[in-house]
C-alpha cells in the first residue's frame, strides 16, 4: 500500500492544487494530511470560509478518485471549527478525521494525535504540557483559546494547562491497534531526541512523551509536521527508533510530501 504524506499546507491554495496534481502521477492509496490545514493569518475566523469551500472541494477531489484522505486540524487550525470540519468530512466515505481516532485500511491502523507540547505563542487551543513536571516556558502575551463569538483570554494559562491532561496521558488514552507492527501513529507534533523537531533558532521543541511511547510501543510508522523547517536545519526527515520509522516532512516554501511504500518501507521525500 502506497502513502503520501504531507503536513502544514496552511490554506495554501497553490500547494492544495499542487498536491491534487502530484497524487494523480503518484496514485497513491491514502493521502495523510498532518494538519495545520487551515489559512493562519490575520483573520483566523475565516477558516470557517475555507473549510466551507475550499477544502469541501479539495476532499471531494480525492473522494472522487476513490483515494483516502487522513487528517485533522492542527494547533494553528481554530478547534471552535472542529464540528464544522467533521461535518465536511462526513459527506465523503473515503475521507477520514482522525483526531485521537483510529481508521482500518488495508489491513493496517492508522492512528491520530493532534495536541501539540505547549509553545510560546498565543493560540493554546491543542497545546498540553508534555507530564506533570514539565516547566510552562517564557509566553509572548496573554494566552487564547478560540469560541464561537471570538478569542478568549486565558490570564493564567499556567494553571490552566496544568489542570488539562498531558501529552503523556493523552497518548496512553489512544485506541490501540490490532498489531503495532500494522501500525501508522499519525501526529502533529514531533518527537524529542531524533533530530525531527529543530526550529530555526537551532532550539529542540520535540516531546519526550512521545519519544518514549514510540520507543516502547514500536509501531510501524509514525508521521509528523508542526515544524516546517527542521529537515533543512538538521538534513534529517527520516530516521529509526528501534524498530520505528519515524519521519518529518517538513514544509518550506516549496510543496513537501513523502511517499512510503508500507510493503517495502521504502520512503522519498518529494519537493515540487
Keep these: ?53 475550499q477544502i469541501n472541494e479539495h476532499f471531494k477531489v480525492f473522494n472522487d478518485a476513490k483515494i483516502y484522505y487522513l487528517c485533522f486540524p ?27 481516532r483510529k481508521a482500518q485500511i488495508n489491513g493496517y491502523d492508522f492512528i491520530g494525535f493532534n495536541w501539540v507540547l505547549d509553545y510560546p505563542f498565543l493560540l493554546k ?6 507530564t506533570k513536571d514539565y ?17 478568549k483570554e ?51 521543541v520535540g516531546s519526550e512523551a512521545l519519544y518514549n511511547f514510540i520507543k516502547i510501543n514500536q509501531p510501524l510508522l509514525t508521521v509528523h509536521g508542526h515544524i516546517h523547517e527542521s529537515p533543512e536545519m538538521t538534513g534529517k526527515w527520516l530516521t529509526k527508533l528501534g524498530s520505528s520509522t519515524c519521519i518529518q516532512a517538513g514544509q518550506p516554501d516549496d510543496l513537501v510530501y513523502v511517499i512510503v511504500d508500507l510493503g517495502t518501507m521504502q520512503c522519498e521525500r518529494m519537493r515540487i
Design 135 to 151: 516547566k510552562i516556558g517564557v509566553q509572548k502575551g496573554t494566552a487564547l483559546l478560540s469560541t464561537e463569538t471570538g478569542l
Design 154 to 204: 486565558i490570564p493564567n494559562w499556567k494553571k490552566y494547562v496544568a489542570g488539562l491532561p498531558t501529552i503523556e496521558e493523552e497518548l496512553k488514552k489512544l485506541e490501540r491497534p490490532a498489531d503495532m507492527k500494522k501500525a501508522i501513529y499519525v501526529v502533529h507534533m514531533p518527537p524529542a531526541n531524533l533530530g525531527l523537531d529543530v526550529c530555526i533558532n537551532k532550539q529542540k
Design 1 to 53: 500500500m502506497k502513502l503520501m504524506v504531507t503536513s502544514d499546507l496552511h490554506g495554501n491554495t497553490w500547494k492544495y492544487n499542487k498536491l491534487c496534481r502530484e497524487a494523480e502521477k503518484v496514485k497513491p492509496d491514502v493521502v495523510i494530511n498532518i494538519g495545520d490545514m487551515f489559512p493562519n493569518d490575520n483573520n483566523l475566523y475565516r477558516q470557517q470560509e475555507y473549510i466551507e469551500n
Design 74 to 100: 492542527g494547533n494553528d487550525d481554530l478547534m471552535t471549527f472542529d464540528g464544522l470540519f467533521q461535518e465536511v468530512c462526513d459527506r465523503y466515505p473515503y475521507v477520514k478525521h482522525i483526531a485521537q
Design 125 to 130: 487551543d491543542r497545546c498540553r504540557k508534555d
